[in-house]
């Protein structure tokens, strides 16, 4: 049915799927154990050409398109993989690099990043302040050829294994969204340190911590774009973020809905399969019917996103439905399951707990409803 990717993202599909369901999916379950996932994985994703799927040859990466970072989503969704941060590094942290970075910049940071040597993130949120951006505490102060930054922020992915961690802070308090920069933070610099893994709900293989700042001083060439113009990068890039969390719900229920199809046909009660049951078909026609539409919409707006015309409004359409529709047919078919649904060793188990923070990250489905209305 779908018309959105070509056949070469199709043909690259079956080279991600490969690499998922031979170094991922066998491991998940242990790296939910630890909460994280080993950094030997991700040097595998980069010789494997997984990392990094829309950025140029010529800063290391695939030379494709938004249509390939899609398909990784989609994969790891296939196999409900929560785990590896790939598309936040790929699809979060390396556009802001090509679209911000100077040329030193680009080939200081995309190539390894590319190559799974240094692992990506970006730090807004901060305790205390959820979504609200402009809030922000986090300041950066000039001094000479540096900044020296200080603060917190809070619910990084991949925060544990980052090497390079976008920070948006204000170096200028008194102008407020106009005072927002982004300055690019390295491990190594002194006063950075990283708090433990934030015990989560769901998500448990990725690598969610704190991030703390205390006195970093950061060279001046660690600037991200121009000063003062933050604000507007972090305004500019949500559309296409957005657009990556809604369309990790179709994946996820396309995923779930065939699982469930089939543990209905071999499960049996009362003498026959569940599936036999009219309640049991008419509630997964009903759920077909939900995943198709879900599907074409996000597909709709990936087919926009091509063509540069997703505005922030269908962004947040795409993640208000999309994450909504998810987090009720998870729940659907999970009851399909009876006892076995409530059992981690299922994948609707983990696809349930995973798909309850599709509404709150990139924006809740509250804020989103707020971008709808203004448009009204």
């Known amino acids: 049915m779908r018309n959105t990717l070509r056949e070469d ?40 050409g997984v990392l990094l799927p829309a950025i140029p040859e010529e800063y290391g990466g695939g030379g494709g398109d938004f249509g390939h970072s899609i398909v990784v989503i989609e994969e790891l969704m296939r196999v409900v993989a929560s785990g590896p941060g790939f598309p936040l590094h790929s699809d979060i942290v390396a556009p802001y690099l090509l679209a911000y970075g100077t040329e030193e910049q680009k080939q200081r940071w995309l190539p390894p990043m590319a190559r799974g040597e240094k692992i990506g993130a970006i730090a807004m949120t901060e305790p205390g302040i959820g979504s609200d951006l402009k809030s922000m505490s986090t300041a950066a102060r000039r001094d000479g050829d540096y900044y020296v930054l200080n603060g917190a922020k809070t619910f990084i992915t991949n925060g544990l294994n980052s090497d390079i961690v976008i920070v948006a802070c204000k170096t200028d308090p008194e102008q407020g969204t106009r005072g927002v920069s982004l300055i690019v933070v390295e491990a190594d610099m002194p006063g950075f340190t990283k708090g433990p893994l934030l015990e989560k709900i769901g998500l448990l293989a990725q690598d969610t911590t704190e991030l703390f700042f205390d006195n970093v001083r950061v060279p001046v060439t660690n600037l991200l774009g121009e000063e003062g113009k933050g604000f507007g990068y972090l305004m500019h890039q949500l559309a296409q973020e957005r657009l990556m969390v809604a369309s990790r719900s179709p994946a996820l229920m396309e995923a779930m809905l065939e699982e469930t199809i089939s543990y209905t046909r071999n499960r049996k009660a009362f003498g026959q399969p569940i599936f036999n049951h009219q309640n049991t078909r008419f509630k997964l026609a009903e759920i077909k019917a939900k995943t198709v539409a879900c599907r074409v919409l996000v597909d709709h707006c990936i087919t926009l996103h091509f063509n540069q015309q997703l505005t922030p409004e269908m962004a947040a359409i795409a993640k208000l439905y999309a994450t909504e529709q998810q987090g009720q047919v998870v729940d659907e078919l999970l009851q399909l399951h009876g006892g076995y649904g409530f059992m981690r060793e299922y994948p609707i188990a983990r696809a349930f707990v995973d798909s309850r923070v599709q509404r709150i990250y990139g924006g809740t489905s509250e804020i989103m409803k707020e971008i709808i209305s203004r448009t009204l």
Request: hydrophobic letters at 30%; zero cysteines.
């Open 9 to 48: 993202h199709e043909q690259y599909r079956d080279q991600v799927r490969k690499f998922v369901q031979r170094e991922i999916a066998p491991y998940h379950h242990e790296w939910e154990k630890l909460g994280a996932v080993p950094r030997e994985t991700w040097l595998k994703a980069g010789r494997e």
